[in-house]
């Protein structure tokens, strides 16, 4: 069975931070080249990209939560991270894990992000 769990979602007041965990369960994640990312909706607006990482730590981050969040990893157990600080009203959405490798694309179920002015 497949599985990406997201956590860490909430409320949370402008300027604050929170910390997103995705896991992922099932024996194809034990295939090593890959990369995870970070995806978010809000709603009326397109799942956007905030942050990827690759199987060998490269990072891309979109422009707007540059500086204010870091995605990291740990391959052992096939989770990923995404440390969001400064957070603005705008940051608020439904947050997504994925992980894709040459063959597959998995989504987590989403953890929903809210930031309060």
């Known amino acids: 069975q497949v599985q990406l769990v997201e956590s860490g979602g909430g409320l949370v007041q402008g300027g604050g931070s929170l910390r997103l965990s995705c896991a992922a369960s099932?024996?194809?994640?034990?295939?090593?080249?890959?990369?995870m990312g970070w995806y978010r909706q809000a709603p009326g607006k397109q799942r956007e990209l905030v942050a990827a990482?690759?199987?060998?730590?490269?990072?891309h981050y979109a422009n707007s939560v540059k500086g204010r969040f870091t995605i990291s990893r740990v391959n052992a157990n096939n989770t990923v991270y995404l440390q969001m600080n400064s957070l603005k009203p705008e940051d608020t959405a439904v947050y997504y894990c994925r992980w894709i490798t040459t063959a597959h694309d998995y989504w987590g179920q989403g953890t929903q992000v809210t930031v309060s002015s």
């Open positions: 099932g024996s194809i994640f034990s295939i090593s080249i890959n990369t």
């Open positions: 990482i690759t199987s060998v730590g490269s990072t």
